[in-house]
């Protein structure tokens, strides 16, 4: 393994997981977008592998998600590289038979009849999992179950809410819903990264065309959230596309970096037509070489904007923050995040800071909508005894 430690935030989290899955079948772990779930998790596996003979899964919606855990894996922690073994059509690989098993669901529900079995199943994007509607996930976990009763489960998200379901722990889900975690054991919040350094505070700003809340007036709605393509037609018209291109030149004038998030992909490709030669877009009908070379143009400075598609809500989602006044209001993130490398505080190196562009209308309302004990230093049970 290479000279590489964990964050003080990390080896909080990792001690925390550690000690809960001794009693707990079933443990949530919630951290923020960039605070390192991914090595968190992994480095957690190292912990057990030479002091155990136990079994390992991993489990992600995207194929992306299983070359990151491969890689983290690789490039930070000491399991043998021929020990790990991908399960993702979209990688080319089907392998089972390794102590580590990386994967995507979609693949792996279809060979889980002849996995071996797992002591350990780790579930990235967790909020994703549905339980009692015979989903891939409740599939897979329920076949796993029978294979190993006592397997642990840890799920690994950055949102601890679904929309039209409500939080994903305990019982705090609409009527009639289920959730699989009892509880949220960790929580990696945005005050603790900024509190030790590792991010620059948000800023906030407000820009919008005088037009806007008329414009919104008469959108439909389904379930609380505008339908996205009324959205994206009316945010496409040239005065609120001239409004972005006008926030994103007098907010982010000097930033050498910036991502703007649309609603649409429609959206997006207007945005980048008049923005013009320094930006590239990243969304679903790009195909996969496109996209890596887009965000490979990003990254590497030679595009200074990249515009994303983001999901538009209307109403308040656990994770969206309040702005304004500390009243309950409706937020519509329109043009949204924009961010980059700036000026960094003495104390922080290579900081990011990130502005975001909220248009702000009327319809003013609030609308939140027993095991056996599990011994991570102990020796795996032997089958026959399972």
Avoid at 241 to 263: D, P, R, W
Wanted: glycine share 8%; net charge positive.
């Amino acid at each position: 393994m290479k000279d590489f430690k964990l964050r003080p935030y990390q080896v909080a989290a990792l001690n925390v997981i550690h000690e809960d899955l001794k009693t707990e079948p079933i443990v949530l772990f919630q951290a923020i977008m960039g605070a390192g779930k991914t090595v968190t998790l992994c480095r957690l596996i190292n912990r057990y592998w030479f002091e155990t003979d136990r079994r390992f899964l991993i489990l992600a919606h995207k194929r992306e998600l299983v070359s990151q855990f491969l890689e983290c894996c690789r490039a930070m922690t000491s399991i043998p590289i021929f020990d790990i073994g991908v399960c993702c059509a979209g990688l080319g690989e089907r392998i089972l038979g390794k102590r580590l098993t990386i994967g995507t669901i979609q693949t792996f529900v279809n060979v889980a009849e002849d996995y071996p079995g797992c002591d350990l199943l780790v579930i990235d994007e967790a909020h994703r999992i549905s339980v009692g509607t015979d989903s891939q996930y409740d599939q897979v976990i329920n076949l796993l179950q029978t294979k190993v009763p006592n397997m642990r489960l840890i799920g690994c998200t950055a949102t601890i809410g679904r929309l039209g379901h409500g939080y994903i722990y305990g019982d705090r889900c609409r009527p009639g819903a289920k959730n699989l975690f009892p509880k949220l054991n960790h929580q990696i919040k945005y005050s603790t990264l900024l509190d030790q350094g590792y991010l620059c505070k948000l800023i906030g700003k407000i820009s919008n065309a005088e037009s806007l809340e008329a414009d919104l007036a008469d959108l439909d709605t389904a379930g609380g959230d505008y339908i996205l393509d009324q959205l994206g037609e009316v945010l496409s018209r040239e005065i609120h596309l001239n409004t972005a291109v006008q926030a994103i030149k007098e907010h982010c004038g000097e930033y050498k970096m910036i991502s703007v998030f649309c609603c649409t992909i429609s959206h997006a490709e207007k945005l980048k037509d008049l923005i013009g030669e320094e930006c590239v877009t990243i969304h679903s009908q790009l195909s996969p070489l496109d996209r890596e070379i887009n965000m490979a143009s990003w990254l590497s400075g030679r595009k200074r904007i990249c515009i994303n598609k983001y999901p538009v809500r209307r109403r308040r989602h656990p994770r969206t923050p309040m702005f304004g006044n500390g009243q309950a209001h409706t937020i519509v993130n329109v043009v949204s995040s924009i961010c980059g490398p700036c000026a960094a505080p003495p104390s922080i190196k290579e900081s990011r800071v990130s502005i975001r562009f909220i248009w702000e209308h009327g319809a003013f309302r609030n609308r939140f909508g027993q095991c056996k004990n599990w011994n991570p230093e102990g020796r795996r049970e032997k089958d026959s005894q399972r």
